[in-house]
């Protein structure tokens, strides 16, 4: 089944997906499965975990975004793409590790309860408004490796109290 757009989801209408009367909580990506289609599982409250596997590649846009009680997702070394709010408005996922196969994540965890984060090292950019307005973000441990800090990153982090930006910043 291809979807194509936020309305050709089945999750765009609904609050949860239910098997056999019960709703969905915990989501393990089948090995067959290489990418998360944009918008595969926004708007899902249930959600609470997602396992992916070594062969996922890309996270689309929107994929889980309005997921307000996802706790924990692993980011694969396989992934290099984060779509666009892919993690957006997650407000129950308090850390994330940044694999270095990353390679764009533009504004993926926009307005996330987000606390830490550890960009790992390899990375080469940290992506315009990737963390915005994730205001109990408090740690990010950035690389050596990055080389740029694009536009609004951090922006509107208020509780921001830890960051070592390294000199090969720019």
């Known amino acids: 089944v291809q979807l194509e757009g936020h309305y050709s989801s089945p999750?765009?209408?609904?609050?949860n997906l239910i098997l056999n009367g019960e709703p969905i909580v915990d989501v393990v990506i089948p090995t067959d499965i290489t990418e998360i289609g944009d918008f595969t599982f926004c708007h899902l409250p249930s959600?609470?975990?997602?396992?992916?596997?070594?062969?996922?590649?890309?996270?689309?846009?929107?994929?889980?975004?309005?997921?307000?009680?996802?706790?924990s997702i692993e980011i694969t070394n396989a992934v290099t793409y984060i779509g666009q709010r892919a993690f957006g408005n997650c407000s129950s996922?308090?850390?994330?590790?940044?694999?270095?196969?990353?390679?764009?994540?533009?504004?993926?965890?926009?307005?996330?309860?987000?606390?830490?984060?550890?960009?790992?090292?390899?990375?080469k950019s940290i992506s315009v408004r990737v963390f915005e307005n994730c205001s109990s973000l408090e740690?990010?441990?950035?690389?050596?490796s990055v080389e740029a800090i694009y536009t609004g990153a951090f922006y509107n982090c208020s509780s921001l109290s830890s960051i070592i930006i390294p000199s090969s910043a720019t």
Do not use: M, W
């Open 93 to 123: 996922l308090k850390e994330i590790t940044i694999p270095a196969s990353v390679t764009y994540f533009e504004s993926a965890f926009y307005d996330c309860g987000l606390e830490e984060v550890v960009i790992e090292e390899g990375v």
């Open 11 to 15: 999750t765009a209408y609904t609050n």
């Open 47 to 71: 959600l609470k975990s997602v396992t992916l596997h070594n062969e996922i590649t890309r996270i689309g846009d929107y994929s889980f975004q309005n997921c307000t009680n996802i706790e």
């Open 139 to 144: 740690k990010v441990t950035i690389p050596e």
